[in-house]
């Protein structure tokens, strides 16, 4: 019936392939006379998607989860993932040929240290590792007497024999209809920050901030528009882009010309030699520039000024065009997800649908639209124990049936011209045990409570954050990744530099966009995760001493009520539920056929 044309559901490689490409690696390795090689799940930029020809964890390790690190020595070899993919990359790759480790406490450096011989040479491409990485390991390596070599050419490349070419995505014109404002605005605001920073230039190493400053958009990724490029703005001067030029039509050449110089992608270290011959301080993005930039930089006589790019905060807080784009963005989805809802409820307790079904049933809808150019990520579909993997994937081979009792948990989102959908819901199929509607109500106290949040100018991430925890410690429960994170318009589904988590200490600001999405997973039985995206807006309050700030729901989607233990609720509570409800039902109602309708009007009922 239905059919997904933006994700695949294969396998990842296993077996005997990836057993001799760790072999072939370390003999490569011993070739080049090195003990070792760290290898990041990263391209250039350290973008959260890299194209094929960027993968090389997972060509190596057969893990593909969005975030990961391995370390090849010549007796061990250890994969280092978060905890949101501590069970999958256990399934995923070989536990007789690697350990999984922490990536976060402890930090790899650890591990790297403690299995260090004296005078070993650890290989690392600088063209992959931010320089306060590399700093990081060449210090362990230091503390056992080893030395951190960076290396000319990547040796997972050599032995990768069928290694995809490099992306060539046309690059498409982001109009002022759309992005709210016009490149020599954007350039005039830049250029105030590197006169901040006190600065010659500023180099934009991530391309969703070259595609934000130049009104562009591509298609090298998977599910995020983005031209990958790099922009040098200097303090005074034409900037210059650096992007390969079969990317650009005619059009979209013209375009870039009447605000920058256009240049192929390998002029970028000349340019950079040149102005660091001349003494210049040059910006570098801490978080996406290469340690090849910075070494370039110092290497020719100049000073590499890192820091966070400022790009990155403008382009966070939305002009009032992209605001409207992502209501209407939001409102269109709304229709797509009741008529998926309802579709589930309809079919699922029949025990016929799997979780391949509902990701390909939630896809159709979203084609339906009309307006639909890619999912914003793959879809999590997760029923059963499937649901506690926190970002599980489907395959043919993990695919499971979803079944009376079970609770299937979708998180998805759609990108449109006009603004990027994120949305969790947690769906009962016939009846829930007591347990999940416990846990499931207590996680939605948490969303409630930074749904309603109210809070001065200057709040960070990290002050809101034990608002969505604090009725799962209650119980002596917690979920662990992040609150919220960021959210782009018409780019990346995950947008620095603003979240809510413990580690957010970027400020609120309005016209910021994050995602609200507290959870609880029980490991081997279910998972949990209420979602949606919240606008950063400003609140009036009778006798406010201080300008203060709240949320606006922009997703429009029904949450399970058969889920809700509504003695658990206070009033306040109940009625922020009501009423959302209530809007989610004016939005939709009209755009659906009688019977969606129908179960919309109940999925919406008052408590």
């Known amino acids: 019936m239905f059919e997904a044309l933006f994700q695949t ?19 490569e390795l011993a070739r080049r006379k090195l003990a070792g090689f760290i290898v990041p799940r990263a391209d250039q930029q350290q973008n959260e998607y890299v194209p094929p020809s960027d993968e090389r964890l997972a060509w190596l390790t057969g893990f593909t989860g969005s975030a ?27 536990g007789k040929a690697w350990t999984v480790e922490s990536l976060i406490e402890p930090p790899p450096e650890t591990w790297l240290t403690a299995h260090l011989q004296s005078g070993d040479r650890i290989g690392f491409d600088p063209w992959l590792h931010t320089t306060a990485a590399a700093e990081r390991f060449a210090a362990a390596c230091a503390k056992a007497g080893a030395e951190l070599v960076p290396v000319d050419s990547n040796p997972i490349d050599s032995i990768w024999t069928e290694r995809p070419l490099p992306p060539l995505g046309a690059v ?31 180099v934009l190493s991530d391309s969703h901030n070259v595609a934000w400053t130049f009104n562009i958009r591509g298609a090298d990724v998977s599910h995020t528009p983005l031209p990958l490029s790099y922009a040098l703005v200097p303090k005074a001067g034409r900037p210059t882009i650096f992007i390969d ?12 010309e009447q605000s ?42 100049g000073k590499a000024v890192r820091g966070a790019d400022p790009v990155s905060l403008l382009k966070a807080a939305k002009n009032g065009v992209e605001i409207e784009g992502t209501r209407r963005a939001h409102r269109r989805d709304a229709v797509a997800l009741a008529r998926f809802l309802a579709y589930i409820d309809r079919e699922a307790p029949k025990g016929s649908l799997t979780e391949i079904d509902a990701v390909e049933a939630l896809e159709s809808f979203r084609r339906d639209t009309g307006a639909l150019k890619d999912v914003s990520f793959p879809t999590i579909s997760g029923t059963g124990p499937n649901g506690a993997i926190v970002h599980y994937r489907v395959t043919r081979k993990s695919n499971r049936r979803i079944m009376p009792g079970d609770l299937l948990l979708i998180d998805s989102g759609a990108q449109y011209q006009d603004g990027t959908t994120d949305v969790t819901r947690t769906i009962a199929v016939g009846t829930p045990t007591d347990e999940m509607r416990d846990r499931f109500t207590r996680v939605l106290r948490g969303h409630l409570a930074i749904a309603r949040a109210l ?21 002596g429960i917690d979920f662990e990744h992040g609150t919220g994170h960021g959210v782009g318009s018409y780019l990346s589904v995950h947008e620095g530099p603003a979240r809510i988590s413990k580690l957010g200490t970027t400020p609120l600001k309005r016209g910021m966009i994050l995602s609200n999405e507290p959870g609880y997973y029980k490991t081997d039985a279910f998972g949990i995760r209420i979602e949606n995206l919240e606008l950063v807006v400003a609140k009036e309050i009778n006798g406010a001493e201080k300008p203060m700030n709240g949320f606006e729901a922009l997703t429009l989607a029904p949450i399970d009520r058969r889920l809700i233990d509504v003695a658990m609720l206070s009033n306040d509570e109940r009625a922020w539920l009501d009423t959302y409800h209530a809007r989610v039902r004016d939005a939709v109602r009209a755009a659906l056929d009688e019977p969606d309708q129908l179960w919309l009007d109940q999925a919406t009922a008052p408590l």
């Open 245 to 256: 030029s079969r990317k650009l039509s005619n059009l979209t050449r013209d375009h870039l």
């Open 172 to 202: 498409s014109i982001h109009g002022a209809e759309l992005s709210g404002e016009a490149e020599a605005e954007k350039l005039g605001r830049i250029r105030q920050e590197i006169e901040r920073l006190g600065v010659e230039a500023l």
């Open 455 to 475: 809070f001065p100018d200057g709040t960070t991430g990290a002050q809101l954050d034990t608002l969505a925890r604090q009725f799962l410690w209650q119980a």
């Open 68 to 94: 990961g690190l391995a370390m090849v020595l010549p007796q061990q070899a250890a994969i280092f993932v978060d905890g949101r993919y501590t069970l999958q990359a256990a399934k995923q790759v070989d």
């Open 9 to 27: 559901f294969e396998e990842p490689e296993t077996g005997v392939a990836l057993t001799a490409r760790l072999a072939a690696l370390r003999e």
């Open 260 to 301: 920058a110089e256009v240049a192929e992608p390998d002029a970028l270290t000349t340019r950079l030699t040149e102005l660091a011959q001349s003494g210049a301080a040059i910006a570098l993005d801490s978080a996406t520039a290469a340690d090849a930039l910075t070494r370039l930089v110092q290497g020719a006589g």
